[in-house]
């Protein structure tokens, strides 16, 4: 685990929610409130045991279960705080695609395909309400904007959010686009650490997974 740097302004933690039975059986997963798995709240009770230490000052969660319930496992460390749910955490709409198996998706969606892989940030999720990353991108930032805005200098946050959402604020702190997300990698139950100076986010940590066992990989 990074120590805390106060002197980079407000520090978050970013952690993705642990494992469920939809990562498990690799079905896509968006809005469905689908819960942890028996080993995704193994997974974040160690996550919760690495970030004992961290000085929380504010917890954050998206509404979707299965990131309230990581929040609240790594809170049991940090009596006292209360977990607000943020809307603009919540993970990327996939329309169509929500629930449906990833082998399925390879072969009957061949031109979707073509497109994610060539223009992933601007390329929406079809059906019903579907968004395109650029759009999880713009709002996630927007939620981190105003809850960082809100805090004092030397603060240090922890959102608890899901995967496309995590993807897009690392590519912002980064400095690269959308387009190159696959560059980035963030597990089940992992953490990546950024921080807020001067109104500009920067990278400290990603995928921080050492507390993990190998098979909880994703």
Known sequence: MPPADHSLGIQIYLVRHGQTEWNRTHRFQGRSDIPLDAE?????????????D???????ASPLSRAIETAEIIRIHH????IAEEQGFIEMELGDFDGMASSEWMTDYADFMRAWRDN?????MPGAGGE???EVQERAMAA???ITEARPNGSTLLVCSHNFVVLSILCKAKGIPL?????LKQDTAAYSVICRRDDRYSLVAMN???HLKPSSAL
Request: glycine share 10%.
């Open 40 to 52: 995704g709240r193994a997974q974040v009770r160690r996550t919760a045991d690495a970030l004992k």
């Open 54 to 60: 961290v000085p929380f000052d504010a917890i954050y």
């Open 79 to 82: 009596s006292g705080i209360p």
């Open 120 to 124: 992933p940030g601007g390329v929406r």
């Open 132 to 134: 395109c990353l650029e």
């Open 144 to 146: 981190l904007d105003r």
């Open 179 to 183: 387009d190159s997300f696959r560059q």
């Open 208 to 210: 921080e997974r050492r």
